[in-house]
């Protein structure tokens, strides 16, 4: 048996996405056989008032058959905080929906995730928010849902997972139940977003992608989904960054994010830990603060996993011809470090105005905090400090 196959099936894994996908450019406008499907007459729009401003939700209501009765929660902010969870929850519960259809970001299709599960599940959101990593505290299947992404990086229309700030503190509920009924991925609907957000939710997508191949806890089916939306978001996302209008090339980023998206069971590594440390302090769209601490990541990884970067680096058309294997895995770090760069995203920590006193402060909550034991080289106070100082110095290798 060949080494790779045996790695291959070595290795039990589990890999969960329930939720039926519907990709596509006009896939929208197959949501009026879907409702007649799940047989919903009381739908509950969740979205934020950009997204409606943008014409987006509707955009989404011209498709709906008419009769519905329809009610709208505009009021979701970016990074949001339990306080707008409890607000949603109280709004929905009030009107009782048959569906809830989120149109919008990552934080918009959260909180449509877990006003669905707050309608059938008691008591205040914050009874299920009680550490950091919250899971299967739900009992209950939630109201139907479905999602309809309006950015490209954050996965959230294929995971089981919200994420929320409580007291300034990011936490994640995770639960079966959180996993929408339909995801419909329609590219159209990510034409408006502007630059900056195109550019943040993509390395978004690609951190989930890359942090998820490096997961200690990926399988064939992770990495394959994984190396596929490399090689996208490496060859669409300036496009798309460049000419929002560039159909292709949103079309790809809409695709690429899904599959990283579904990576997502492979479990993040360090990376997003970094990510959470810096976010809220220093006031990152969340993308960004995983962009910064990436290439950084990976290089801290490289000695276990070698053959994997070395894909990532042939993914995003690097030349390996000649190199070894360690040489071409360290072109992946360099690679990431220029794509970042090339989308005016900062790649240190100093560009954000982080202190250098503060780092050790910042070390020992990621591994308190944000532990990642599937992360595939152990890492100490002292590595994360190491870490956080080559992140802030920009120097990946040291
Ligand atoms: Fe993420």
Not at 156 to 176: A, H, P, Q
Request: charged share 20%; proline share 4%.
């Amino acid at each position: 048996m060949s080494r790779a196959i045996g790695n291959l099936l070595a290795r039990m894994f589990t890999f969960l996405v329930p939720t039926k996908i519907i990709f596509g450019l006009n896939s929208v406008s197959k949501i009026r056989e879907e409702l007649d499907r799940i047989g919903a007459r009381k739908v509950f729009i969740v979205t934020d008032a950009v997204v409606e401003k943008a014409g987006l939700v509707d955009e989404v209501k011209a498709e709906l058959p008419s009769g519905l009765d329809i009610d709208t929660y505009n009021r979701v902010e970016p990074e949001p905080r339990l306080e707008i969870a409890e607000d949603l929850a109280t709004a929905v519960r009030s009107i009782r929906p048959d569906l809830i259809l989120g149109i919008g970001g990552g934080s918009v299709l959260d909180l449509a995730k877990i006003a669905a599960v707050m309608i059938t599940n008691e008591g205040s959101v914050s009874d299920y928010c009680k550490s950091i990593l919250n899971i299967e505290t739900f009992r209950s299947k939630g109201q139907s849902t479905i999602l309809i992404p309006t950015t490209a990086g954050t996965g959230s229309e294929v995971s089981n997972t919200s994420m929320l700030v409580v007291g300034g503190m990011k936490i994640f509920l995770r639960s079966r139940f959180l996993f929408p009924e339909l995801a419909i991925v329609d590219p159209k609907m990510s034409l408006t977003m502007p630059q900056k957000v195109t550019a943040a939710t993509g390395l978004d997508a690609l951190s989930h992608a890359i942090e998820g191949l490096m997961s200690s806890n990926s399988s064939a089916l992770t990495d394959a989904l994984a190396l596929k939306s490399v090689e996208l978001i490496s060859q669409n996302l300036i496009k798309a960054y460049r000419d929002g209008r560039d159909i292709d090339a949103r079309t790809a980023m809409s695709l690429a994010a899904m599959m990283a998206g579904m990576v997502l069971n492979a479990g993040m590594v360090y990376g997003h830990s970094v990510a959470y440390t810096i976010a809220t302090r220093y006031k990152l769209a969340h993308g960004v603060s995983c962009a910064i601490p990436l290439s950084y990541v990976m290089a801290y990884n490289l000695s276990t996993c070698v053959d994997k970067l070395q894909k990532v680096a042939i993914a995003m058309g690097e030349n390996v011809s000649g190199l070894n294997p360690e040489e071409a895995a360290r072109k992946s770090v360099e690679a990431v470090q220029r794509f970042v760069h090339e989308l005016g995203v900062p790649t240190n920590l100093t560009s954000i105005g982080v202190p250098r006193e503060i780092l050790p402060v910042l070390a020992s909550e990621c591994l308190e905090k944000y532990h990642r034991p599937n992360n595939p080289r152990v890492m100490s106070i002292d590595d994360a400090v190491a870490l956080y100082n080559r992140i802030w110095e920009g120097r990946p290798f040291g």
